[in-house]
Protein backbone atom coordinates (compact mmCIF):
# COMPACT_ATOMS: atom_id res chain seq x y z
CA UNK A 1 0.00 0.00 0.00
CA UNK A 2 1.75 3.54 -0.90
CA UNK A 3 1.54 6.41 1.53
CA UNK A 4 -1.16 8.30 -0.64
CA UNK A 5 -3.63 5.09 0.43
CA UNK A 6 -2.57 5.22 4.48
CA UNK A 7 -2.87 8.41 4.22
CA UNK A 8 -6.43 8.76 2.60
CA UNK A 9 -7.22 5.95 4.84
CA UNK A 10 -5.49 6.81 8.58
CA UNK A 11 -6.72 10.50 8.10
CA UNK A 12 -10.56 9.58 7.60
CA UNK A 13 -10.19 7.29 10.76
CA UNK A 14 -8.66 9.83 12.73
CA UNK A 15 -11.87 12.31 12.28
CA UNK A 16 -14.07 10.69 14.91
CA UNK A 17 -10.85 12.50 17.25
CA UNK A 18 -12.29 15.92 18.04
CA UNK A 19 -10.08 16.63 20.84
CA UNK A 20 -8.62 19.75 19.18
CA UNK A 21 -10.72 22.47 18.13
CA UNK A 22 -11.69 22.32 14.90
CA UNK A 23 -14.08 24.27 12.05
CA UNK A 24 -16.97 22.94 10.78
CA UNK A 25 -16.74 23.97 6.87
CA UNK A 26 -18.02 21.60 4.64
CA UNK A 27 -16.33 23.60 1.59
CA UNK A 28 -15.00 20.86 -0.88
CA UNK A 29 -11.81 21.20 -2.96
CA UNK A 30 -12.56 22.64 -6.81
CA UNK A 31 -10.20 22.59 -10.09
CA UNK A 32 -8.42 25.97 -10.03
CA UNK A 33 -8.52 25.99 -6.33
CA UNK A 34 -6.03 25.47 -3.78
CA UNK A 35 -7.11 23.28 -0.29
CA UNK A 36 -10.12 21.71 0.79
CA UNK A 37 -12.51 22.09 3.93
CA UNK A 38 -13.30 18.53 4.00
CA UNK A 39 -11.88 15.03 4.59
CA UNK A 40 -8.20 15.28 4.71
CA UNK A 41 -7.08 15.46 7.62
CA UNK A 42 -6.16 19.23 8.07
CA UNK A 43 -7.98 21.12 11.12
CA UNK A 44 -7.89 23.70 13.48
CA UNK A 45 -6.48 24.34 16.94
CA UNK A 46 -6.05 27.81 19.11
CA UNK A 47 -2.45 28.65 20.39
CA UNK A 48 -2.17 30.06 23.99
CA UNK A 49 -2.12 33.39 22.27
CA UNK A 50 -5.03 32.92 20.53
CA UNK A 51 -3.44 32.37 16.70
CA UNK A 52 -5.43 29.67 14.78
CA UNK A 53 -3.52 26.84 13.83
CA UNK A 54 -3.86 24.01 11.57
CA UNK A 55 -2.63 20.82 12.54
CA UNK A 56 -1.98 17.44 10.46
CA UNK A 57 -4.81 15.16 12.01
CA UNK A 58 -3.85 11.45 11.54
CA UNK A 59 -3.74 8.16 12.99
CA UNK A 60 -0.59 6.36 13.22
CA UNK A 61 -2.71 3.50 12.78
CA UNK A 62 -6.37 1.86 12.70
CA UNK A 63 -5.35 -1.65 13.24
CA UNK A 64 -6.90 -2.04 16.84
CA UNK A 65 -6.56 -4.92 19.32
CA UNK A 66 -9.67 -3.47 21.37
CA UNK A 67 -13.59 -4.02 20.58
CA UNK A 68 -14.86 -0.98 21.28
CA UNK A 69 -18.84 -1.16 20.05
CA UNK A 70 -18.79 2.75 19.26
CA UNK A 71 -15.64 2.71 17.74
CA UNK A 72 -15.33 2.37 13.71
CA UNK A 73 -11.33 1.02 13.85
CA UNK A 74 -13.01 -2.05 16.11
CA UNK A 75 -11.17 -5.42 15.76
CA UNK A 76 -14.20 -6.57 14.59
CA UNK A 77 -15.51 -4.21 11.97
CA UNK A 78 -14.61 -4.74 7.94
CA UNK A 79 -12.74 -1.81 7.34
CA UNK A 80 -9.56 -0.95 4.87
CA UNK A 81 -6.62 -0.88 7.59
CA UNK A 82 -3.09 0.78 6.95
CA UNK A 83 -0.26 1.74 8.92
CA UNK A 84 2.68 4.10 8.83
CA UNK A 85 5.84 3.69 9.95
CA UNK A 86 7.40 6.33 11.81
CA UNK A 87 9.34 7.33 9.27
CA UNK A 88 6.44 7.84 7.06
CA UNK A 89 4.70 9.90 9.44
CA UNK A 90 7.55 12.52 10.10
CA UNK A 91 8.19 12.51 6.37
CA UNK A 92 4.53 13.85 5.53
CA UNK A 93 4.45 15.99 8.53
CA UNK A 94 7.41 17.47 7.33
CA UNK A 95 6.69 17.89 3.93
CA UNK A 96 2.94 19.36 4.86
CA UNK A 97 4.94 21.68 6.95
CA UNK A 98 7.69 22.22 4.59
CA UNK A 99 4.40 23.59 1.96
CA UNK A 100 3.13 25.51 4.08
CA UNK A 101 -0.02 23.58 4.62
CA UNK A 102 -0.12 22.79 8.30
CA UNK A 103 1.26 24.50 11.66
CA UNK A 104 1.34 21.37 13.65
CA UNK A 105 0.73 17.30 14.09
CA UNK A 106 -2.05 15.76 16.14
CA UNK A 107 -1.76 12.07 16.12
CA UNK A 108 -3.53 9.61 17.83
CA UNK A 109 -3.63 5.70 17.20
CA UNK A 110 -5.37 2.26 17.44
CA UNK A 111 -4.03 -0.21 19.93
CA UNK A 112 -1.59 -2.42 17.33
CA UNK A 113 0.08 -5.45 19.48
CA UNK A 114 -0.21 -3.78 22.53
CA UNK A 115 -0.19 -0.48 24.06
CA UNK A 116 3.62 -0.57 24.71
CA UNK A 117 4.05 -1.30 21.32
CA UNK A 118 2.12 1.36 19.86
CA UNK A 119 3.16 4.17 22.56
CA UNK A 120 7.10 2.92 21.40
CA UNK A 121 5.57 3.88 17.93
CA UNK A 122 4.72 6.97 18.72
CA UNK A 123 7.95 8.08 20.51
CA UNK A 124 9.62 6.87 17.40
CA UNK A 125 7.98 9.26 15.20
CA UNK A 126 7.95 11.95 17.32
CA UNK A 127 11.74 11.43 18.15
CA UNK A 128 12.69 12.06 14.28
CA UNK A 129 10.63 14.90 14.14
CA UNK A 130 12.18 16.64 17.22
CA UNK A 131 15.79 15.06 16.89
CA UNK A 132 17.11 14.86 12.94
CA UNK A 133 14.12 17.00 10.92
CA UNK A 134 14.78 19.25 14.13
CA UNK A 135 10.52 19.84 13.76
CA UNK A 136 9.62 22.92 16.30
CA UNK A 137 5.71 22.76 15.21
CA UNK A 138 2.93 22.41 17.86
CA UNK A 139 2.52 18.36 18.42
CA UNK A 140 -0.73 17.09 20.62
CA UNK A 141 -0.14 13.73 20.88
CA UNK A 142 -2.48 10.63 22.20
CA UNK A 143 -1.09 8.97 25.48
CA UNK A 144 -2.09 5.54 24.97
CA UNK A 145 -4.23 3.84 27.91
CA UNK A 146 -2.13 0.61 29.44
CA UNK A 147 1.19 1.82 28.36
CA UNK A 148 4.19 1.76 30.45
CA UNK A 149 4.49 4.85 33.20
CA UNK A 150 8.04 5.32 31.03
CA UNK A 151 6.65 5.66 27.84
CA UNK A 152 4.14 8.28 28.28
CA UNK A 153 7.15 9.78 29.82
CA UNK A 154 9.20 9.90 27.18
CA UNK A 155 6.20 10.88 25.15
CA UNK A 156 5.24 14.11 27.62
CA UNK A 157 8.81 15.13 27.02
CA UNK A 158 8.78 15.24 23.17
CA UNK A 159 4.87 16.34 22.58
CA UNK A 160 3.38 19.53 23.41
CA UNK A 161 -0.15 18.47 24.53
CA UNK A 162 -1.34 15.39 25.62
CA UNK A 163 -4.27 13.29 25.76
CA UNK A 164 -6.12 10.30 27.22
CA UNK A 165 -9.47 9.77 26.06
CA UNK A 166 -12.20 9.14 28.94
CA UNK A 167 -14.42 8.00 25.74
CA UNK A 168 -18.05 7.45 28.31
CA UNK A 169 -18.95 9.19 30.98
CA UNK A 170 -19.56 5.93 33.40
CA UNK A 171 -17.46 2.93 34.60
CA UNK A 172 -21.34 1.48 33.76
CA UNK A 173 -21.26 2.20 30.35
CA UNK A 174 -17.66 1.69 29.51
CA UNK A 175 -18.07 -2.12 30.50
CA UNK A 176 -21.10 -2.64 28.23
CA UNK A 177 -19.28 -0.75 24.70
CA UNK A 178 -15.42 -0.58 25.97
CA UNK A 179 -15.25 -4.20 27.55
CA UNK A 180 -11.44 -4.18 27.32
CA UNK A 181 -11.15 -0.55 28.77
CA UNK A 182 -11.90 0.33 32.81
CA UNK A 183 -12.21 3.53 34.20
CA UNK A 184 -8.71 3.23 36.14
CA UNK A 185 -6.95 1.92 33.26
CA UNK A 186 -7.85 5.51 32.10
CA UNK A 187 -7.32 7.19 34.64
CA UNK A 188 -4.33 6.32 35.66
CA UNK A 189 -1.89 8.20 32.98
CA UNK A 190 -4.27 11.09 32.94
CA UNK A 191 -2.94 11.12 36.56
CA UNK A 192 0.46 10.21 36.01
CA UNK A 193 0.59 13.51 33.22
CA UNK A 194 -1.07 15.61 35.45
CA UNK A 195 1.85 14.95 38.42
CA UNK A 196 4.28 14.84 35.84
CA UNK A 197 3.51 18.24 34.69
CA UNK A 198 3.68 19.51 38.57
CA UNK A 199 6.63 18.12 38.77
CA UNK A 200 8.35 19.89 35.38
CA UNK A 201 6.89 23.33 36.76
CA UNK A 202 9.51 22.99 39.82
CA UNK A 203 12.20 21.83 37.57
CA UNK A 204 11.86 24.52 35.46
CA UNK A 205 12.56 27.29 38.04
CA UNK A 206 14.96 25.22 39.57
CA UNK A 207 17.19 23.93 36.38
CA UNK A 208 17.36 26.08 34.00
CA UNK A 209 17.94 23.36 30.94
CA UNK A 210 15.04 21.42 32.25
CA UNK A 211 13.02 19.49 29.23
CA UNK A 212 9.53 20.73 29.23
CA UNK A 213 7.11 17.93 30.07
CA UNK A 214 3.55 18.38 28.07
CA UNK A 215 4.29 22.19 28.20
CA UNK A 216 0.39 23.04 26.54
CA UNK A 217 -1.05 20.95 29.29
CA UNK A 218 -3.52 18.05 28.46
CA UNK A 219 -7.53 17.45 27.74
CA UNK A 220 -9.38 14.44 27.08
CA UNK A 221 -12.96 13.87 25.04
CA UNK A 222 -15.96 12.51 25.59
CA UNK A 223 -18.59 10.90 23.39
CA UNK A 224 -22.29 12.21 24.15
CA UNK A 225 -25.10 10.32 22.95
CA UNK A 226 -23.71 6.95 22.94
CA UNK A 227 -24.76 5.64 26.25
CA UNK A 228 -27.92 6.55 28.53
CA UNK A 229 -25.57 8.66 30.71
CA UNK A 230 -27.18 12.19 31.63
CA UNK A 231 -25.69 15.67 31.17
CA UNK A 232 -25.58 15.93 35.11
CA UNK A 233 -23.42 12.73 34.57
CA UNK A 234 -21.37 14.10 32.03
CA UNK A 235 -20.80 17.79 33.71
CA UNK A 236 -19.83 16.44 37.05
CA UNK A 237 -17.45 14.15 36.00
CA UNK A 238 -15.72 17.51 33.73
CA UNK A 239 -15.95 19.37 36.87
CA UNK A 240 -14.30 16.47 38.62
CA UNK A 241 -11.71 16.32 36.16
CA UNK A 242 -10.88 19.91 36.03
CA UNK A 243 -10.32 20.00 39.61
CA UNK A 244 -7.97 16.69 40.09
CA UNK A 245 -5.94 16.48 37.14
CA UNK A 246 -5.91 20.43 35.96
CA UNK A 247 -7.35 19.26 32.44
CA UNK A 248 -6.79 22.28 29.86
CA UNK A 249 -10.12 20.93 28.07
CA UNK A 250 -12.57 18.47 28.18
CA UNK A 251 -14.18 18.13 24.72
CA UNK A 252 -17.42 16.22 24.01
CA UNK A 253 -17.86 14.50 20.99
CA UNK A 254 -21.68 14.16 19.80
CA UNK A 255 -22.03 9.95 19.03
CA UNK A 256 -22.45 9.41 15.20
CA UNK A 257 -23.53 6.26 14.83
CA UNK A 258 -20.96 4.16 12.87
CA UNK A 259 -21.86 0.94 14.16
CA UNK A 260 -24.97 -1.39 14.59
CA UNK A 261 -25.51 -2.81 18.02
CA UNK A 262 -28.36 -3.10 20.11
CA UNK A 263 -26.64 -0.73 23.42
CA UNK A 264 -26.24 1.92 20.72
CA UNK A 265 -28.66 4.37 18.39
CA UNK A 266 -29.42 3.11 15.14
CA UNK A 267 -27.57 3.48 12.47
CA UNK A 268 -28.99 6.50 11.20
CA UNK A 269 -29.94 8.91 13.63
CA UNK A 270 -28.31 12.13 13.51
CA UNK A 271 -25.96 12.84 16.15
CA UNK A 272 -27.23 15.02 18.90
CA UNK A 273 -25.04 18.12 17.91
CA UNK A 274 -27.39 20.27 19.71
CA UNK A 275 -26.60 18.65 22.92
CA UNK A 276 -23.51 19.06 21.78
CA UNK A 277 -23.32 22.31 21.66
CA UNK A 278 -24.96 22.55 25.09
CA UNK A 279 -22.84 20.83 26.95
CA UNK A 280 -20.02 23.08 25.81
CA UNK A 281 -21.67 26.49 27.08
CA UNK A 282 -21.88 24.64 30.11
CA UNK A 283 -18.24 23.37 29.75
CA UNK A 284 -18.04 27.28 29.20
CA UNK A 285 -19.82 28.10 32.49
CA UNK A 286 -17.77 26.10 34.35
CA UNK A 287 -14.53 27.24 33.13
CA UNK A 288 -14.92 30.78 32.57
CA UNK A 289 -18.15 31.70 34.95
CA UNK A 290 -17.90 30.26 38.30
CA UNK A 291 -20.66 27.88 37.82
CA UNK A 292 -20.56 24.23 39.42
CA UNK A 293 -21.93 21.56 37.76
CA UNK A 294 -25.04 20.98 40.32
CA UNK A 295 -25.92 24.55 40.27
CA UNK A 296 -27.12 23.93 36.53
CA UNK A 297 -28.59 20.54 36.81
CA UNK A 298 -28.90 17.96 39.87
CA UNK A 299 -30.74 14.80 39.95
CA UNK A 300 -34.53 16.02 39.37
CA UNK A 301 -33.14 18.20 36.06
CA UNK A 302 -30.50 15.80 34.58
CA UNK A 303 -30.47 17.32 31.39
CA UNK A 304 -29.93 20.07 29.85
CA UNK A 305 -32.99 21.95 28.61
CA UNK A 306 -32.01 22.28 24.41
CA UNK A 307 -34.23 25.40 23.96
CA UNK A 308 -31.91 27.99 25.67
CA UNK A 309 -28.33 28.40 26.69
CA UNK A 310 -28.09 26.83 30.29
CA UNK A 311 -26.86 30.45 31.97
CA UNK A 312 -30.48 31.48 30.76
CA UNK A 313 -31.67 28.77 31.76
CA UNK A 314 -30.27 29.00 35.21
CA UNK A 315 -31.11 32.82 35.61
CA UNK A 316 -35.19 31.89 35.07
CA UNK A 317 -34.96 29.42 37.69
CA UNK A 318 -33.39 31.71 39.59
CA UNK A 319 -35.35 34.89 39.40
CA UNK A 320 -34.88 36.08 42.97
CA UNK A 321 -31.95 36.48 42.37
CA UNK A 322 -32.38 39.44 39.84
CA UNK A 323 -32.25 42.23 39.43
CA UNK A 324 -29.06 42.91 39.19
CA UNK A 325 -27.78 46.66 39.77
CA UNK A 326 -24.80 46.84 37.33
CA UNK A 327 -23.43 50.22 39.21
CA UNK A 328 -23.41 48.06 42.12
CA UNK A 329 -22.83 44.61 41.79
CA UNK A 330 -19.79 42.68 42.12
CA UNK A 331 -17.55 40.99 39.38
CA UNK A 332 -19.10 37.75 40.14
CA UNK A 333 -22.60 38.26 40.42
CA UNK A 334 -22.42 40.13 37.09
CA UNK A 335 -21.31 37.31 35.53
CA UNK A 336 -24.91 35.62 36.22
CA UNK A 337 -26.24 37.94 34.39
CA UNK A 338 -27.32 36.33 30.35
CA UNK A 339 -25.96 38.47 28.15
CA UNK A 340 -23.06 40.03 30.18
CA UNK A 341 -20.00 37.57 29.39
CA UNK A 342 -16.42 37.40 31.08
CA UNK A 343 -15.25 40.47 29.04
CA UNK A 344 -18.35 42.60 29.35
CA UNK A 345 -18.05 42.32 33.34
CA UNK A 346 -14.61 43.43 33.46
CA UNK A 347 -15.14 46.29 31.32
CA UNK A 348 -18.37 47.42 33.27
CA UNK A 349 -16.38 47.00 36.40
CA UNK A 350 -13.85 49.12 34.83
CA UNK A 351 -16.23 51.91 33.28
CA UNK A 352 -17.92 52.59 36.78
CA UNK A 353 -14.29 53.90 38.10
CA UNK A 354 -15.48 57.35 36.10
CA UNK A 355 -19.16 57.63 37.05
CA UNK A 356 -22.37 55.32 36.52
CA UNK A 357 -23.69 53.73 33.67
CA UNK A 358 -27.05 53.41 31.77
CA UNK A 359 -28.20 50.94 29.34
CA UNK A 360 -26.86 53.14 26.36
CA UNK A 361 -23.59 52.64 28.14
CA UNK A 362 -23.73 48.75 28.43
CA UNK A 363 -24.55 48.51 24.93
CA UNK A 364 -21.32 50.58 23.97
CA UNK A 365 -19.20 48.05 26.16
CA UNK A 366 -20.75 45.20 24.75
CA UNK A 367 -23.19 43.99 26.72
CA UNK A 368 -26.25 42.01 24.96
CA UNK A 369 -28.76 43.99 26.23
CA UNK A 370 -31.53 41.75 24.27
CA UNK A 371 -31.07 39.35 26.89
CA UNK A 372 -30.01 41.21 30.05
CA UNK A 373 -32.56 43.52 30.06
CA UNK A 374 -35.13 41.42 31.79
CA UNK A 375 -32.38 40.76 34.61
CA UNK A 376 -30.15 44.23 35.38
CA UNK A 377 -31.10 47.47 36.79
CA UNK A 378 -29.13 50.57 35.65
CA UNK A 379 -29.49 52.87 39.16
CA UNK A 380 -32.34 51.20 40.43
CA UNK A 381 -34.33 51.44 36.76
CA UNK A 382 -35.65 48.82 34.84
CA UNK A 383 -35.14 49.72 30.89
CA UNK A 384 -37.63 52.40 30.25
CA UNK A 385 -40.96 50.79 28.37
CA UNK A 386 -40.03 47.23 29.13
CA UNK A 387 -42.93 44.63 30.06
CA UNK A 388 -41.73 41.45 31.73
CA UNK A 389 -44.20 38.90 31.63
CA UNK A 390 -43.13 35.23 32.31
CA UNK A 391 -44.12 34.10 29.12
CA UNK A 392 -42.26 37.22 27.45
CA UNK A 393 -39.20 36.39 29.24
CA UNK A 394 -39.37 32.19 28.64
CA UNK A 395 -39.67 33.42 24.94
CA UNK A 396 -36.85 36.00 24.81
CA UNK A 397 -34.16 33.40 26.26
CA UNK A 398 -35.06 30.44 23.41
CA UNK A 399 -32.29 30.70 20.92
CA UNK A 400 -32.76 30.32 17.38
CA UNK A 401 -32.12 26.43 17.37
CA UNK A 402 -34.10 26.53 20.37
CA UNK A 403 -37.26 28.03 18.12
CA UNK A 404 -36.78 24.99 15.66
CA UNK A 405 -37.65 22.15 17.60
CA UNK A 406 -40.91 23.95 19.42
CA UNK A 407 -44.00 22.65 18.23
CA UNK A 408 -45.63 25.21 15.41
CA UNK A 409 -47.54 28.08 17.21
CA UNK A 410 -51.54 27.74 16.08
CA UNK A 411 -52.79 31.15 15.76
CA UNK A 412 -56.33 31.51 17.07
CA UNK A 413 -59.51 34.28 17.03
CA UNK A 414 -59.53 36.03 19.72
CA UNK A 415 -63.39 36.37 20.84
CA UNK A 416 -65.14 39.74 22.49
CA UNK A 417 -65.06 38.08 25.51
CA UNK A 418 -61.49 36.33 25.88
CA UNK A 419 -59.72 37.02 29.18
CA UNK A 420 -57.91 40.76 28.81
CA UNK A 421 -53.96 40.21 28.78
CA UNK A 422 -53.74 41.11 32.17
CA UNK A 423 -55.72 38.52 33.07
CA UNK A 424 -54.55 35.50 30.49
CA UNK A 425 -50.82 36.83 32.26
CA UNK A 426 -51.30 35.61 35.84
CA UNK A 427 -50.61 32.17 35.13
CA UNK A 428 -46.92 31.96 34.86
CA UNK A 429 -46.50 30.49 31.58
CA UNK A 430 -48.82 29.46 28.87
CA UNK A 431 -49.58 25.92 29.12
CA UNK A 432 -48.41 25.32 25.20
CA UNK A 433 -44.51 26.54 25.57
CA UNK A 434 -44.89 25.55 29.40
CA UNK A 435 -44.98 21.45 27.85
CA UNK A 436 -42.84 21.93 25.19
CA UNK A 437 -40.32 23.09 27.72
CA UNK A 438 -40.95 19.83 29.40
CA UNK A 439 -40.89 17.71 26.73
CA UNK A 440 -37.35 19.35 25.39
CA UNK A 441 -35.72 18.79 28.77
CA UNK A 442 -36.92 15.04 29.56
CA UNK A 443 -34.16 12.44 29.47
CA UNK A 444 -33.44 11.24 25.58
CA UNK A 445 -35.07 7.86 25.91
CA UNK A 446 -38.25 9.45 27.32
CA UNK A 447 -38.23 12.20 24.52
CA UNK A 448 -37.85 9.21 22.21
CA UNK A 449 -40.57 7.35 24.20
CA UNK A 450 -43.17 9.91 23.41
CA UNK A 451 -42.33 10.45 20.25
S1 LIG B 1 -9.01 1.38 21.65
FE1 LIG B 1 -9.45 3.27 20.55
S2 LIG B 1 -9.13 2.77 18.40
FE2 LIG B 1 -9.27 0.83 19.49
S3 LIG B 1 -11.43 0.26 19.29
FE3 LIG B 1 -11.22 1.35 21.25
S4 LIG B 1 -11.68 3.51 20.74
FE4 LIG B 1 -11.28 2.42 18.80
Known amino acids: ?120 RLIKTLELLRGPYRFNGYIHVKAIPGADSKLIERLGLLADRMSVNIELPSQQSLQLLAPDKTKNHILKPMGFIHNRIQENRYDMVRYRHATKFAPAGQSTQMIIGATPDSDYQILNLAEGLYQKYALKRVFFSAYMPVAEHALLPPAGSPPPLLREHRLYQADWLLRFYGFQARELLDEAHPNINPLMDPKCSWAIAHMDYFPVEVNKADYHTLLRVPGIGVRSAKRIIAARKSGSLDYAGLKKIGVVLKRAQYFITCSGKLLEGLRVTPDGLLRAMITEQGRRLLPQEEYEQLSLFSPLPQQAEQSPFSPKLLQAWKDAAAPPQERRRAL
Open 1 to 120: MDVLEKLTILTDAAKYDVACTSSGVDREGKPGATGSAVGCGICHAFAADGRCISLFKVLMTNYCIYNCKYCVNRISNDAPRAAFTPRELADLTMGFYRRNYIEGLFVSSGIIRSPDYTCE
